[in-house]
């Protein structure tokens, strides 16, 4: 099984920006959607963006506008590029796709 390993977390000033990325040990090429998803403290893991392997992407409504998704299948990678962030964006941080197990995440804080 592909193993996932989230970076790019870290504090940030509120409107400050920060790219996450996911790297894959193994081809995400034939993998048809991945996504980022995260948990605040004391609250469910939502899911905020999917990228197909086609490059269509999905965002939820608290992050749209602000959060792009890419994926590079040549190198593996999943990307998170966060902009304009709020402190309600605090959260962990993690991707994944349907039926894979659950990585450490990056922790990602936003300070007001």
């Not at 034939?30 to 086609?54: C, E, F, H, L």
């Not at 490059?55 to 593996?76: E, H, L, P, Q």
């Not at 959260?91 to 039926?99: E, F, I, M, S």
């Amino acid at each position: 099984q592909v193993q996932l390993v989230e970076s790019g977390g870290g504090l940030v000033q509120a409107g400050g920006s920060l790219r996450l990325s996911c790297a894959a040990s193994g081809s995400i090429f034939s993998i048809y959607r991945m996504g980022w998803y995260r948990q605040a403290p004391g609250k469910q893991r939502d899911v905020i963006a999917t990228i197909t392997s086609g490059g269509s992407t999905t965002y939820a409504d608290s992050v749209k506008g602000r959060f792009t998704i890419s994926r590079d299948n040549a190198k593996n990678t999943v990307y998170l590029q966060m902009n304009s962030l709020k402190p309600e964006d605090t959260a962990v941080y993690y991707c994944n796709y349907v039926g894979h197990s659950w990585g450490q995440g990056t922790q990602v804080t936003v300070s007001s």
